[in-house]
């Protein structure tokens, strides 16, 4: 795999990646602050099929650039304080939960939302499908055990 990134031009699947992501950063430069909305679009050539074809979507295969490309940079760092916040609430509760069911959650939680983080460069499902709510419900558990720790550490 490592290979194909550095020989890209004969690799159809990297070379039309990269042409979204052209397409994508052209698009955001024209609105960077608040994005062009999640009804944005890029349209880009695909040639990694035998036949090309001129793709129309609402996305690329990139998280942080999907986010700007929709939401601009206002909504890109509002996504990565939700998600950094989460993590470092994560952390403390996997410090000071007398819980040891707690702290496996909150171990869990630092894996998988780190991982997702690092996944977002390669992939944009977080903000594609209905995962969403499932981020809502661990991000919602998460503030739940955080709001109890911290009136247990208080009282």
Request: charged share 20%.
């Amino acid at each position: 795999r490592v290979l194909r990134v550095v020989n890209y031009e004969g690799d159809h699947s990297i070379v039309g990646r990269l042409l979204s992501y052209a397409v994508a950063l052209e698009k955001v430069q024209q609105r960077p602050l608040l994005g062009g909305g999640h009804g944005e679009t890029v349209t880009y050539l695909v040639t990694d099929r035998d036949r090309p074809y001129i793709l129309t979507t609402g996305g690329v295969d990139n998280l942080y650039l999907t986010l700007l490309l929709r939401m601009g940079v206002v909504g890109l760092l509002a996504f990565l304080w939700i998600f950094l916040r989460g993590i470092r609430i994560a952390y403390w509760l996997f410090k000071q939960a007398p819980d040891f069911r707690i702290r496996l959650f909150a171990a869990a939680f630092i894996s998988v939302y780190g991982a997702l983080l690092v996944y977002g460069m390669a992939d944009a499902t977080m903000v594609g499908n209905r995962l969403v709510f499932l981020h809502a419900t661990f991000l919602g558990i998460l503030a739940r055990l955080d709001l109890e720790g911290r009136d247990n550490v208080s009282a």
